[in-house]
């Protein structure tokens, strides 16, 4: 059993949208959110580089990095900590992350550079204050934002 647990699977299937944490040459931070974060198996996460060239090159010279992922109806998400590698076409890693793209917004709408993958070595849950301090629970939080932001949750 890997790092990842189903929980972690879920969370970052709802959000849809994750950041990724780097750093500069400069050693100043670099945040950027990305839309192709996925689970790959139960100890890597993997992006696709559509339109990284920074974040890319930042690992390229320094492979650390954080993904923060969180669910933003249900107040909760994950921060995981790794290592990033940079794998190309042919790479099945790469493959598999361009076949997701392919999959969810069509044939060649978004340009595939290259394939993250990270190894989680640490993953750390993130809950609102909500949880801690105002005794919420999940479904509360979930209905409440839902409204907050007139969607409605599936």
Known sequence: MGIITEDMRQIVTSAKLAFVATVCEDGSPNLSPKGSVRVYDDDHLVFMNMASPNTVENLRH??????????????????????????????????????????????????????????????????????????????DLKHEWAANYGVTYL
Request: with cysteine; charged share 30%.
């Open 62 to 139: 320094n492979p650390r990095v954080e993904v923060n992922v969180i669910d933003f109806l249900l107040r909760r998400g994950y921060r995981f900590k790794g290592t990033a590698e940079i794998r190309g076409k042919g790479d099945p890693v790469y493959d598999w992350s361009r076949q997701w793209v392919l999959n969810t917004h069509g044939d060649p709408i978004y340009p595939c550079h290259e394939a993250v993958l990270i190894k989680v070595d640490r993953a750390l849950r993130v809950d609102s204050p909500a949880y801690t301090f105002g005794h919420a629970n999940e479904d």
